[in-house]
């Protein structure tokens, strides 16, 4: 991002121009962004050479998975669908590690036939996997009985978490095991997601390696995502190389004890990807309560749900004036909700000091390439917004905007699956 006479440029482009040509809502993803975060990741923890894995949960379009597949970084996926998108792109089954929950039969079935390996999050999975798979490979996920996150909602870890086999489960694990032949290769764990302190990490990473010294005959340890990244202006950052030289430290010196080398997986997703987004909305009314003045937009919780489901912080920029005298300002959705407002903080709705704004002009929402699109709806009958993929000065439309027919194509009656009804 870059300012220029006082207007926002996403990837040497103008946010207006962006706006004209594509229409807003738009989402626009700086694809130098995301490759910077991937370098500064693998330099982080250059001394142990992980393998990434990036999450496509949080972004999956698949523009920025041939992204993520060129700095060479495989998946974590979770669902057949996203496995399926993968592999269609050209991932390696091996490249990629498949961690659902609640897992049905069919769909280990279908993981299984795909020849993808599995990393499994329960006990009654793994008797289901060691019953369609006897004598296989098989990846454990374990809850380290520590979680950490920015929201309760997306803490994986501790014991009020649904996620992975109990760390204290050890005999059930290996009676299972035997039971069906099976080999365990890797250990894995993720305690949640947005986490900005490294002490959780390594404390959930001392859990993960207690919990793996227990099995002879591990390949991986996985230790999973959760990296944070700063969303409100002045968040201290993860310090993401002094906890990537802990972690390799901590790693060999593991290795060394367990008597022979282990591969060092890591899941990022939120890391890679969600400064490269921003969403851009237009300046639709003007409102003024006792408590707030609302600026209305062309947008919502529909394209971006973090603030009203997390009370999740998202700076907001007016890309048409950038700077200039401030008001205090809410910056409201379309939605028929009240809390559809995206100037959201842990208490609720937040004013937010803009450059005062003005019906028809373009407002930026910052850091919103991760659980942004993935988690969007089509809430009010409204479409998805198309995304844009900038660099150099240059964009390329990544996805189309949803049309009324697309809206429809499902409800037999009133659309053709072909889009022609
Ligand atoms: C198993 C697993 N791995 C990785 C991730 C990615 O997390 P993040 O985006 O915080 O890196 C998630 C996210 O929920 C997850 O459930």
Redesign the pocket.
Known sequence: MDVRENRLFLGGCAAEALAREFGTPLYVYEEEVIRSQCRLLRESFAAVAPEL?Y?M??NFNPAILLILKEEGLGI?A?SPFELRLCLALGFRPEQILL?GNNTSPEEMAGYLALGVPI?IGSLVELERYGRLNPGGRVAL?INPDVGA?HHSH?I?GGPESK?GIYHTEHEAILATLRRHGLRLVGI?S?I????LDTGEMLKAMEITLRAAARFGQLEFIDF?????VPYRPGQQPLPIRQLGAAMAERFAAFCKDYGRPLRMKL??????V?QSGTLLVRVTNLQATPAHTFVGTDSGFNHLVRPILYGAYHEVLNASRVEGAARAVAVAGNICESGDVFSQGAEGIEDRLLPAPEIGQLLAIRDVG??GMSLSSQYNLRPRPPEVLVGDGRSRLIRRRETYEGLLRDFPGFGEPDGSG
């Open positions: 894995h999450a949960k949080a974590d979770v961690t990393n996920r996150g997306v994986t996620f894995h993720h949640g997601t947005g986490i999973g995502g959760g990296f944070g899941e990022p997703g939120r890391f890679l969600a991760a659980y």
